[in-house]
């Protein structure tokens, strides 16, 4: 019998207009599943029960979101909405909540708080090239819409940071 501890499970949720991108992570790095899931209807219900069915299915240990509140920071008041459902779903659950700031995700990982959306996608593309080098969307035009793949590197991009805060001991959990 199999007696290895279990890893440490890290899902991040980027919640968007579009739906939401998550992504699981365990270990030192390991991307385990990550998607973006584009919701059409009933956004907030529909988003909710995806994040549920993936609560279910991976067992996370801690659940990350983007901090809604930190200075700067303008969400719709559905994101909002969706934002706090999730974070009673983890409550409910049991599950260590984690948030970091936008401000906070770029300075980690691209060490400029004023980086961008696609050099945050681009940095993570490196660094997971067997996975995202194909899903890396291309430099978004002024008049188009983002891409949805974005949502999974945010996501991706949280955990990372967050799997960062682990390992040197300066986490800040929620709940």
Known sequence: MDQTP???RILAVSLSSRGFGYAVMEGDNRLVDYRNKVVSEDKNVRSLAHIEKIVTRNQPDALV??????KGT???PRIKELHRKVV???KKRKIRMVKISRTELRSKLLGNPKGTKQEMAETLAKQFPDELAARLPPKRKSWKSEDARMDIFE???????FQM???TGANKVIS
């Open 65 to 70: 979101l983007q901090e809604l509140n930190a």
């Open 155 to 161: 996501a991706i991009g949280l955990a990372v940071v």
């Open 88 to 90: 009673a779903l983890a």
């Open 74 to 76: 303008h969400r719709a």
């Open 165 to 167: 805060q682990i390992t």
């Open 6 to 8: 279990k890893q440490f």
